[in-house]
């Protein structure tokens, strides 16, 4: 991994830029940038290395099943079998059982992923390390959680691998670290490298329809993606980005992100869209405001009319399909991401909750009625 952009993503990750007033930078980061971490073209690129390292090809990968595509993607291109364990309303895993399919399946590796920045019980992952399978920890959606409630790391997971675009300001990239030993050398770079350039491209428009018709083009770049990819001239650029960007550019990141989080929750309390979680937990930095709507494409289509872009999660893998459990198909047909973060002022989040309360009633709906779900 280059020199430089070890140390751009260093200082982003736990340096500068969230040694906020509120507490100092996830501690684990400088181990995760240390000697053995990948730096990788795409998140599901640097799950893929990492799983090259915990499993042989063939073997069986367990992954949630829901859970985007992506990581299906990661264990395909690890030469891997994925199969899929159940979830509750809270995507939090069934830990008996997760366990008992890794022993069936005879499962090399599981992943666990914390959705949208919310932690999965890291005894829970010790004990199924402790049973004999590796976990890795996908920390997409945590990278900038506060240490006090730091991911898992090295004393409970096997290895740890991140998406860098889902919480830093950069257009692709992906980080693989394995706590013990090394992750072998990653494949050359294959094909021209136009995702991280459509992404950028895209992200220099206004918010509304053609960025996000745009964004969606070079997302199916990635999706399309069927080779290994390997660290790429583009993860050094996006690194380069943030290095150049002034420290104070990001001072109070977290923060704005939980204000907005909070300011949303009690903007929208007793509409239609429900929060699907009702609290913010201590150190938890939201990616989105996660809500659960009666009828969410609408509802997205209609925000995006007023330069809003909400994203509707996630199209699961049709493997994946039939293994969800009813609270897990209720959040497939119902859930979409409001975005609050850092970059939103606090009249953006009464734009995006007043457009919200403004959806002209009727139309078709998801199919789902709003079922209680608890
Ligand atoms: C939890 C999680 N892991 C991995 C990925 C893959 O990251 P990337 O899109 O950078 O390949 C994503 C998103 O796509 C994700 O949400």
Redesign the pocket.
């Known amino acids: 991994m280059s020199g430089g952009g070890t140390a751009a993503c260093a200082r982003w990750l736990g340096g500068d830029w969230l040694a906020e007033r509120d507490g100092p930078g996830p501690d684990w980061h400088p181990g995760a940038l240390g000697q053995g971490a990948v730096l990788a073209s795409?998140?599901?690129?640097?799950?893929a290395d990492v799983l090259r390292a915990l499993a042989m090809p063939g073997s069986v990968v367990l992954l949630p099943a829901y859970?985007?595509p992506?990581?299906t993607q990661?264990v395909l291109l690890a030469g891997c079998q994925p199969d899929y364990y159940p979830g509750d309303i809270f995507l939090r895993p069934d830990w008996a059982a997760l366990a008992s399919l890794a022993r069936t399946k005879r499962a090399a590796a599981a992943v666990v992923?914390h959705?949208w920045g919310w932690l999965q019980d890291g005894d829970a992952m010790r004990r199924l390390r402790a049973s004999g399978v590796a976990v890795l920890e996908?920390a997409?959606?945590t990278l900038t959680n506060a240490s006090g409630q730091r991911v898992a790391g090295p004393d409970a997971a096997t290895a740890m691998?991140?998406?860098?675009?889902?919480t830093l300001p950069v257009a692709?990239?992906?980080l693989g670290r394995a706590w013990q030993g090394a992750l072998p050398p990653t494949a050359p770079a294959q094909g021209p490298d136009s995702f991280a350039a459509a992404r950028r491209e895209a992200l220099r428009q206004p918010a509304g329809p053609s960025r996000h018709r745009a964004l969606q083009r070079a997302?199916s770049v990635?999706d399309r993606q069927s080779a290994p990819p390997a660290p790429h001239p583009s993860v050094a650029l996006a690194l380069q980005e943030l290095a150049e960007r002034p420290p104070a550019a990001g001072v109070g990141w977290r923060r704005a992100c939980r204000t907005n989080w909070s300011a949303l929750r009690e903007a929208l309390a007793g509409g239609a869209c429900s929060p699907w979680a009702d609290t913010l937990p201590e150190g938890v930095c939201p990616t989105g405001f996660v809500v659960r709507h009666p009828d969410r494409s609408r509802l997205a289509a209609w925000l995006l009319r007023q330069g809003i872009e909400a994203t509707l999660h996630?199209p699961v893998a049709p493997v994946a399909r039939p293994k969800l459990t009813r609270p897990e198909r209720l959040l497939a047909g119902s859930v979409l991401t409001l975005p609050c973060d850092g970059r939103f002022t606090p009249e953006d989040m009464d734009a995006i909750a007043a457009a919200c309360r403004s959806l002209p009633a009727g139309g078709r709906t998801n199919g789902h009625p709003r079922e209680s779900l608890q």
């Open positions: 795409s998140g599901r690129a640097a799950i859970a985007c992506a990581l990661a992923v959705p996908d997409s959606h691998a991140a998406s860098l675009r889902k692709a990239g992906g997302e990635l996630w």
